[in-house]
């Protein structure tokens, strides 16, 4: 039989990957399937024990979604929403971003580009050269003992060692900004699009630890460059009266929501007279959403300004006694000798802000459990604002400390990874794919700038912006696991639905059948979002 | 916005070239502050302890202190070594199965006709919409049967056989032109002779994206190496960098050492392989 | 060297589109066929079928003594130039036109020198280093050649070569391929459906249509004696006219009429032939070149005149095509000699070479009456 050879010799190319792809993928999906309707946890009934797996029908489903699971499970289903709000972020950023690298910005003639190049390189080493002549400290002076005042951290170094770190710095500073510049003229977009897009590929623990050194609340990059807007902001607050602040932000509010009605009103009448179609709709809600938002985020820091700045910091109603319980409280959690938990406490002196009293303990225990302990004692601060850094004020987050910022912390890094990866190099592809000649029409026609966009870029996007929809939510329902596990470990609640799946199924309890339950529950999730997806998205790509 | 491209004969404005430079100034600043966090990470690996907090304040540290990275590899406990030939290894290994099989696959399911061929495949689509976590269960209990946990074989044989690796190559394959496999055959080479010698010298560029694909993600991979593997001696980088920053978390420099180095590689296979990369996202072919 | 054998050979897709039906023909150790026929009637089919690409439904093909239906491509010893040539892009020239040598295990030397013999007789040495993106469409095409020949195969087949080339290169490269087949006298299988490349490249041509064989013969005779209505149609440019009409007698003779204006009286021997057909519906044929203006030679005679309303004319040279409608509105093309002050938009008499007027049973595939085949 020939049909039966050709089946032959087709099974000889697919066999290797066909027996890999049944036993570990599709297999496994069927296996999943029945392990979630079972009790199997490989504590009770594993390898090495008899004891038989139950069949329990949808228990599982039931407990996680509204049994004794469901408040940890739905706490952990709305931090992954929280966390996959910077999705819709990371997407205008990538496309803007693309539409920045799809502009032509340098010179098109080599010749050109060259000199150009060739000047900026020169004008560079020139300029750090001569920064460097301007703030090197000179040599060592011989009566160099003298030192700093403690107070800026910098105790132990010489006023002359400290002027040299900061010459050698602006002079870094210098030469990174004009190679930049250098290569920007030289590569041109090649250049920038491979700079945006490292964070992506290097996604990874190993970025996750540079982020949560750059998180540092304390000696961190992050802080250290909001110091300073904030230190600004600090005093205009102080000198001017509350009131001047609530004003504001009503009115900021008040703007935003009066703008998005209009825009929305607007884009209702053109969608009813047929003006505009579906697509240049939701390309507007989507940006009343966030304007939206914008405004009131914004309105709300603003009327909170007063409160946040003039209060006076690090005021805790909390007394030595009340840490110190709080420290027995959790050392037992934690599974610490009464005896030392009883010395721990014995070290807190009266009259200390609880920031202080954290410090003293902080060398006597585990990152870990000082953490966790800051986290406990902030809670139960009932002081309005956030900080701990004494009498300064409105200052900048405790990152990846505190409940209140951890998740907002994970969502900016994710941003600032993924907003030059492949959804920015797939709409690079879209936008070099739109014919120009609907430009050159759509100029004719009259448009320009915003409608240019409105009624050619983003429509013609459209399939692009689909797809990567479609995977990022995908992507983002699975996601923050890593993130929460390299940078919080898991406090700060930070836990995300994997990161449940991963502490269910193979932490303590290795609960297999719970485990393929919030697994399943989480397909089905992705699977109705898809097709919700599916159906706007086939709406817009069709318009 | 858009492609706002001037036809090239005209002269220029100076508004236009005045919007030039300025949307070249956002792109620069764009890119510093994509650079900068790892010109930090440079400067804090290189710094003392005591020291890494002051950068904030100079943004160099007193000396440059280039011992963390032996420090990193000389350590009593912590084989640091170890766990980089550990990913090379296991992500390494990864790649050379997934090419092998997804392209021979990818070959039966683009070249040959078979009976059942197309139900085969929408069987691998169908998987392909099942999002990851849903495997790991039943994975890691099928590995624990098949005697594989904490092994070399569990790390690499369970994400080797990917239906996605297939579906792309296959995809790739079909671009080539039938007519080149029947001049061939006509020419005397078996379907072999066909894969191997015409096939796969055409797909290159697909296998090129696969195998970086591959490798980046098997050389980042988390979930399925913290799962599978308890010996210290089996860790990944990345579980390797966890322990590491478990028991360093205070020694910041060290911590910035270790991951730097961690980055590298893959840096490098992107600088190298760029052209392919970016091909390969563009295609839309590779997922997002 | 052989001869191929197609014997009732059928071919159907997915059990329902028949592709090619009952193709039988024999052809000679040698022999230069060419299959000609419009887009979608099987050629290409057949042509694969022989090569082995394709599965035959039905039927037997052999080549020499050898039945190939279960044959592989590879064991056939065959070669083939496809339409678009099918080089293989990561080889260079010297590569693709070895691979098959080596595939079979010819020593390095021989290879060697058959590469390069060949590649002299076609003028490519110099592009033997050269990948084939670095090649225009001639010489990829000359390099298609060059490794069928290389292999010095029992047959080669051909599937429209040429079609990928410009008109001027296309008539050289056909020139060529003649004199290679004169010199090498290996038994080919040419497909096209240009009717012009057939009729100068075939020791015979195979007419096709929607799969089944609708003649076989030499250019000559199939021009001459065109076996059917869709055959007349197809070779020949411009093609030929037809006219409906009807066989009546009157006067003593056999005319055809078009119930109008067009009253034609058939010749004696020709009469005789269609006789039977008398009263019933025919269509009249005839080619452009055997009109005329004037009455002279073998245009002249009684009953061979037609009047047309005349519309366009294309200026050939020696001669010039004039464009016309019947008074039944059908569409006509005159081939007659050049001259200056044609009165274009006029109505003018044409006489016919009656004894160059085919006459078609009714139908698309209507025999041809006047030479019906054997
Ligand atoms: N793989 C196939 N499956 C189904 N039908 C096919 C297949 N290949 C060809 N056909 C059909 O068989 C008929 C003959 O096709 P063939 O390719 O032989 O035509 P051809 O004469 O070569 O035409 P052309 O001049 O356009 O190349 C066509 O109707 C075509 O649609
Ligand atoms: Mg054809």
């Not at chain 1, 492949?422 to 320009?448: F, Q, T």
């Not at chain 2, 980046?216 to 913290?226: E, Q, R």
């Not at chain 3, 069928?148 to 990928?164: G, H, M």
């Amino acid at each position: 039989m020939k049909s039966r050879r050709a089946l032959l010799i087709a099974l000889a190319f697919l066999l290797p990957n066909l027996i890999g792809f049944l036993v570990f993928t599709f297999g496994p999906i069927l296996y999943s399937l029945w392990i979630s309707l079972t009790d199997w946890a490989l504590t009770r009934q594993n390898d090495f024990n008899e004891e038989p797996v139950n069949f329990i029908g949808v228990e599982n489903y039931q407990r996680l979604l509204v049994g004794d699971e469901s408040v940890l499970f739905w706490d952990y289903f709305w931090n992954t929403v929280f966390l996959m709000l910077g999705i819709p972020i990371g997407i205008a950023g990538s496309l803007v971003l693309a539409m920045m690298l799809s502009t032509r910005t340098t010179p098109r003639r080599l010749s050109r580009r060259i000199s150009l190049s060739t000047l900026i390189l020169v004008v560079t080493i020139l300029a750090s050269f001569g920064t460097w002549v301007v703030t090197n400290p000179g040599p060592r002076p011989t009566d160099s003992a003298e030192v700093l005042s403690s107070e800026e951290g910098l105790g132990t170094l010489t006023e002359w060692q400290v002027d040299r770190m900061r010459s050698n710095g602006t002079v870094l500073l210098v030469a990174t900004l004009g190679g930049m510049a250098f290569m920007g003229i030289a590569a041109g977009s090649v250049f920038f699009r491979t700079v945006y897009y490292l964070p992506s590929l290097l996604a990874g623990v190993a970025m996750y630890l540079l982020w949560k050194a750059l998180f540092r609340p304390r000696g961190g990059l992050i802080n250290a460059m909001l110091g300073p807007p904030l230190e600004w902001l600090q005093s205009a607050v102080e000198s001017t009266p509350p009131w001047l602040w609530y004003a504001l932000g009503i009115t900021i509010a008040g703007i935003a929501a009066l703008l998005c009605l209009s825009m929305v009103l607007t884009g209702v009448r053109k969608l009813a007279s047929g003006e505009s179609g579906i697509t240049a709709f939701v390309g507007r809600l989507g940006v009343v959403v966030t304007l939206l938002a914008t405004g009131a985020g914004l309105g709300y820091t603003t009327v909170q300004l007063p409160a946040q700045a003039l209060l006076p910091n690090g005021v805790s109603n909390l007394t030595a006694d009340d840490i110190a319980s709080v420290v027995l409280e959790m050392g037992g959690e934690a599974g610490v000798s009464g005896e030392l938990l009883a010395s721990l406490a014995g070290q807190i002196q009266p009259d200390v802000t609880p920031e202080d009293a954290i410090a003293q303990l902080a060398p006597a225990v585990t990152l870990d459990t000082e953490s966790r302990l800051r986290e406990v004692v902030y809670s139960r601060t009932s002081a309005t604002k956030i900080g701990y850094t004494a009498g300064e004020g409105l200052s900048p987050p405790e990152w990846l400390i505190s409940s209140r910022w951890a998740k907002t912390a994970i969502v900016i890094m994710g941003v600032w990874l993924g907003i030059g990866g492949s959804n920015m190099l797939l709409y690079l592809a879209g936008l070099s794919n739109i014919p120009p000649e609907l430009y050159e029409a759509a100029a004719i026609d009259g448009a320009s700038g915003w409608s240019r966009f409105i009624n050619v870029t983003w429509p013609q996007l459209a399939p692009t912006t689909f797809f990567i929809v479609i995977m990022s939510t995908i992507g983002g329902l699975q996601g923050g696991f890593e993130q929460a596990m390299v940078m919080t470990e898991g406090k700060a609640d930070t836990i995300t639905l994997t990161y449940y799946l991963y502490n269910v199924a193979f932490e303590d309890e290795f609960q297999l059948g719970l485990a393929s339950a919030i697994a399943w529950i989480m397909f089905a999730m992705i699977f109705v979002m898809t097709a919700l997806n599916f159906r706007v998205g086939s709406q817009m790509v069709n318009d | 916005m858009g492609n706002a491209n001037t036809s090239p004969g005209r002269r220029e404005g100076p508004l236009l070239i005045a919007g030039r430079i300025a949307l070249f100034v956002v792109a620069l600043v764009v890119g510093l502050s994509f650079f900068v966090p790892f010109m930090w990470q440079v400067l804090m690996s290189i710094s003392e302890v005591a020291d890494v907090d002051l950068l904030t304040k100079t943004v160099t540290p007193p000396e440059a202190n280039w011992e963390n990275y032996p420090r990193v590899f000389n350590h009593e406990q912590i084989e640091f070594g170890r766990y980089f030939f550990n990913s090379f290894f296991v992500a390494g290994w990864v790649t050379i199965i997934q090419v092998i099989t997804c392209s021979m696959a990818a070959y039966a399911f683009s070249r040959l006709q078979w009976p059942g061929r197309d139900k085969v495949f929408l069987g691998y689509l169908g998987t392909l919409m099942v999002p990851g976590v849903v495997l790991m269960v039943p994975t890691y209990a099928i590995v624990r049967y098949m005697g594989m946990f904490n092994d070399y074989t569990g790390l690499i044989i369970p994400v080797s056989f990917t239906a996605y690796g297939t579906f792309l190559l296959r995809q790739f394959m079909l671009t080539i032109p039938t007519s080149l496999d029947e001049a061939a055959s006509i020419d005397g080479a078996g379907h072999w002779r066909i894969y191997s010698q015409i096939i796969l010298p055409l797909a290159r560029p697909g296998i090129i994206v696969m195998a970086i694909f591959a490798f980046l993600f098997n050389y980042n991979a988390f979930f399925w190496p913290l799962i599978i593997v308890k010996d210290e001696n089996l860790r990944t980088l990345p579980i390797g960098l966890l322990a590491f920053n478990t028991s360093y978390g205070q020694e910041t420099p060290l911590i910035m050492a270790a991951s730097l180095m961690a980055m590298i590689p893959p840096v490098i296979i992107f600088l190298v392989l760029q052209k392919y990369l970016v091909k390969g996202i563009q295609l839309g072919a590779v997922k997002g | 060297m052989a001869e191929v054998k197609l014997d009732h050979v059928r071919k159907v897709y997915d059990g329902t589109v028949v592709a090619v039906e009952d193709f039988h023909l024999t052809i000679k150790d040698g022999e230069f066929v060419v299959l000609v026929g419009p887009s979608g009637c099987g050629k290409s089919t057949t042509l694969r079928m022989v090569a082995g690409l394709e599965e035959i439904s039905d039927g037997t093909i052999s080549i020499g003594d050898r039945v190939v239906n279960d044959v592989l491509p590879k064991d056939r010893d065959i070669a083939m130039v496809f339409q678009n040539y099918a080089l293989y892009p990561h080889m260079t020239v010297y590569k693709n036109m070895a691979f098959g040598l080596m595939l079979r295990k010819l020593p390095r030397d021989q290879i060697h020198t058959r590469v390069e013999q060949t590649a002299a007789m076609l003028g490519i040495e110099h592009l033997l280093k050269r990948r084939p993106k670095a090649l225009s469409g001639g010489q990829r095409q000359r390099v298609a050649l060059g490794r069928a020949i290389v292999r010095e195969p029992k047959v080669f087949l051909f599937d429209e070569p040429l079609s990928n080339l410009d008109a001027k290169l296309r008539v050289t490269t056909r020139t060529e391929i003649k004199n290679l087949h004169q010199r090498l006298k290996t038994t080919t299988i040419y497909v096209t459906h240009d009717q012009e490349e057939a009729m100068t490249l075939g020791d015979r041509i195979v007419v096709m249509s929607e799969g089944k064989v609708q003649q076989v013969d030499t250019p000559l005779n199939i021009y001459r004696r065109p076996a059917n209505r869709f055959v007349a149609a197809f070779l020949g440019s411009p093609p030929m006219n037809f006219i409906q009409g009807k066989l009546e007698e009157s006067e003593g003779g056999l005319h055809f009429m078009d119930g109008q204006y067009i009253d034609l009286t058939l010749p004696g021997e020709m009469a005789s032939r269609v006789a039977s057909h008398k009263g019933k519906a025919v269509t009249l044929g005839f080619r452009p070149t055997a009109m005329s203006e004037t009455a002279e030679g073998k245009f002249a005679g009684p009953g061979n005149s037609l009047t047309l309303q005349t519309s366009v004319v294309e200026p050939l040279g020696e001669r010039i095509d004039v464009s016309c409608t019947s008074s039944t509105g059908g569409h006509l093309v005159a081939r007659i000699e050049a001259r200056d002050d044609f009165p274009v938009g006029d109505r003018v008499t044409f006489h016919l070479d009656m004894s160059h007027v085919h006459l078609f049973a009714d139908g698309e595939f209507g025999p041809n009456l006047v030479h019906p085949s054997a």
